[in-house]
């Protein structure tokens, strides 16, 4: 495969450029966790202290985790199963690395599952926006009513054949195409969301829970567990999805700058995120609690009372929208993408599957607590383990000479030696530690 892959790219296509690419990575790891978690921790674990280790995770897990992924699905030229296979075929294991992927790739399956019943409420909202009926009804009830068993089945589908239609529709060129819409749309409506709530009285006091720095913070190992956590989950580092956009990527991009700046632009989400959310929030005497409850109850509330409220409602969701649906493309890709391959089946065929499988799990899971038990589920054991494969699978089966290569294609500087010890010594065992202390505090991510 890797062989043809260097000659033809890959049958579904390949982004166009290095920008593309990077635009269409942003999309997949800019989600709900940037929007409705985020800002809450930064307040919480110290405000500006808390950016300190946040960025240095962010950092380290951009530069050599999500070089890996990309690494080994362009070397590979495919996406999860074929690119353990590729990794363990090096060792005389090509079965077992093919039996291991499906850990990884069940963690992306599962994660679109229950993302597609979250991404109906934000549609659900966001048609309540638009009509109004959101703006006159009590926020929690509004909620209540969509996040209830079978509460929500037309958004919830309409999510699902979005999805479905994109990658139907164009694959890498249409993902890349529909990323460079969405992900600036993003920005750009949350930056207008800043500087309007930067005007509302009180806002002065969500940015000085967000900013002034508590430095005993750094002195509690929670906070550094959590600042973990969060840097970890927010670049989607889960051994499968970024995988197959490197099978898509071509070989004169400069992978390891490649993720850098994807790591950046995703922090920048998170930090444009918290400055839209916790000002409105204090600016309004609100819970800045953490969760759904802060995205589907508390803003709205903030909207109702806010001039022009709906108008910001409109836009806030349509923004979140945009975010949700980006990443959730990169999950049902990593899927369909290696049962295309694996299964030797049309495209059309592995994505109507994917968005099957999707539907008749999700249907069920439209309650709240069902939908908060499943992704517990798979952000703590699936997502976490299939991370640990991936990171295991590249810099230790493989190895490091073979995906240095790789790496060092389209660069022009070389790869200093320390990347290599870094990525075996320091990132390998932190992905270890993560899913331990995802055990041990039930979720960090």
Known sequence: MSENHDKMGHRNGSFSSSVGFIIACVGSAVGLGNIWLFPYRLGQYGGAAFLIPYLLFVFLFGWVGLSAEFGIGRLAGTGTIGAYEYCFQSRGKKKLGGALSWIPLMGSLGIAIGYAVIMGWVLNSLAGSLSGTLMN???????????????NPVWHVAVILIVCLVLMVGVAAGIEKVSKVMMPLFF??????????GTQPGAVEGYRFLLVPD???LLQPYTWVMAMGQAFFSLSITGSGMIVYGAYLKKDVDIPKASLRTAIFDTLAALLS????????FAYGLNPGAGPSLMFITLPTVFQKMPMGQVFAVFFFLSVAFAGITSLINMFEAVTESWQNHFKIGRRTAVLICTAITLAVGIFMEAEPRVGAWMDFITIVVVPIGAVLGAVSVYYVLGWPKIHDELQAGRDKKIKPSFGVVAKWVYVPLTILVLILGFVFKGIG
């Open 137 to 151: 009804t009590e926020p929690a009830q509004f909620f209540a009513d969509a996040a209830v068993s079978f509460g």
């Open 188 to 197: 750009l409506l949350f930056l207008g969301l800043a500087v309007w709530i």
């Open 215 to 217: 430095w005993s913070k």
């Open 274 to 281: 918290a400055l839209v959310i916790m000002p409105a929030v």
